[in-house]
């Protein structure tokens, strides 16, 4: 049975195109990832199906409630955790989670208890009564995340719970968040780290300019790039076109030159290793001296690339990369 | 109704935590303070006693601060809410637009009724002293127009937040609509006044139209029966309407300066991207 369930979703802001026909269904239990670079839709689309934001068109239905007529009806049975975490610093963890549980009409004594139980799950419970503003950025996630779940909604909605997170309270925060999947929550979550969709997502939908433009597995989707990647760096960059034309041809089809940075992309399936042998080889042969040679797991922007022939129009940098920020949602 | 409450339960929270009140009331306190005791020792040079003039003197302390105070305070709200994202946050969840604008409000009106008290507390231990038995109705009008106008002040400001671009934006359009109300609309209309001579219609809308010269009128009316410290626009409500009924009116008038602000923010809440 889907619990979400999204047709035809246009949004526009003044000239700005944010989502174009987006449409998608999310079984009941399961996680999906919303996949995307920067200003792809994502937020507008999380934003939409938790009622903050009206649709210009289209339909959505989650939990079974129309987003825009039954729209108080539904917050009664979603967690949403936005993009910026969305706590008061002034307040500490644990009046922050219990004012969560009053605004789900909890009544105070259970609102409470819920907020002890959250804090102990999300290993706060030594800071649960320090203000909020004295937290690190993984405990403000922690809190955040926290805070989604203290209404026990069937539906929760994560906007890109690990943006701008060490690599280990990444790691921390995935564990969680696949713990509460267990227990049956159906999740959406947004991302721009294919390896997070891969890790944690049953269903990943690539979405690029407003519109889905693939959906599947992460298996699927990587397999669409060709497993893994052949990534070939030249000293002398005036030989870039050169080296291209020696090794493009390798793999069993695709590759690409990014012409920012000279590096030249070649999906090589299950191949890799006899085929970054084959490319030192013919390389060598031609003369052409090597700055760096790697196989590696495909990224978002080798999706894209497989995708769209374009690369992600706003790369975003690796995930204990620090991220640009064009605006805060 | 559960839901509204818990956000006035966590602005007041906030709001009497945050600096800003903290600072405002012992501000507010030691300017009553410092008024009161001027007053009294004026009084004192002149061989009187009584708490009149050093009531009067809070009169135009009390219309004057705690608008200011209501209307930053209601600025900073939903606007600075809405930049932190909290706005957004509380929004997802099961409350109406409009129960957030009153549980803001409830919780913020908590915070300035706190900040006032704690000033007039300060005052009044000094005025304990020389008080009388008969001080107390004016006291007490003072105290309740004073809460009544800051209020007034707080609906306004609330009702910019639900408008404004930035918390930034809120602060700066409080301040200057404070100014038109303190100081500019008296200006204005002393300046017209001479030109084009107000009629009894044209006063009362010039007192309607100001909520701090309402609660001003309001504090006076129980001590100056006819007196002059009422002002032409009081003195005319006073002759036009009696005691009761520019009391009814003047009332009428402060709850309205507060209630349509408030309805407009829930409506352009209701509208707005949070
Ligand atoms: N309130 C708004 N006003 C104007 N434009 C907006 C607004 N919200 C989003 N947009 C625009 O809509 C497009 C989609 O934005 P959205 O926030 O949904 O992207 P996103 O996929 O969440 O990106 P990011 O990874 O940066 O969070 C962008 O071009 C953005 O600039
Ligand atoms: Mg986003």
Redesign the interface.
Known sequence: MSVIEVEGLRKSFGEVVALDGVDLEVAEGTVFGLLGPNGAGKTTTV?IL????HPDAGLARVAGYDVVREA??L??V?G?A?Q?????P??TGR?NLE??G????LSPTEARRRAGEVLERFDLAEAADRPARTYSGGMRRRLDLG?SLV?RPRVLFLDEPTTGLDPRSRLELWDVIRELVREGTTLLLTTQYLEEADRLADVIAVVDRGRVIARGTADELKARVGGEVLAVRVSDRSRVPEAAGAILGLGPGGGKVDNNTGEITIPVGGDGTRLLVEAVRRLDAEGIELADISLRRPTLDDVFLALTGHAAEEAPTPPNGTRRRRR?? | MKAALAVAGWELRGAVRSRFVLGAALTFGAMCLGVTLLGLDALRGLGLAGVGPAAAGLVNLGVLVPPLLGLLLGAASLAGARERGLLAMVAAHPISRGAIVAGTFLGLAGALWTTVALGFGLASLVLAGVARVRDLAPLGALVGSTLAVGTAGLGVGVGISAFARGRSQAAAVALAAWFVLALGMDLALAGLAPAVRLGPEGLLVAVLLNPLEAGRILALLPTSAGGTALGPFGAFLLDRFGPAGAGALLVGAIVAWTAAPLAIAGRALARRVV
């Open positions: 934003r938790t009622t903050l934001l108080e009806a917050r009664h979603i949403l936005g910026a975490a969305a706590i008061d002034n307040l009046e004012m969560v009053r605004l789900y009409h805070a209404g805060s949602p």
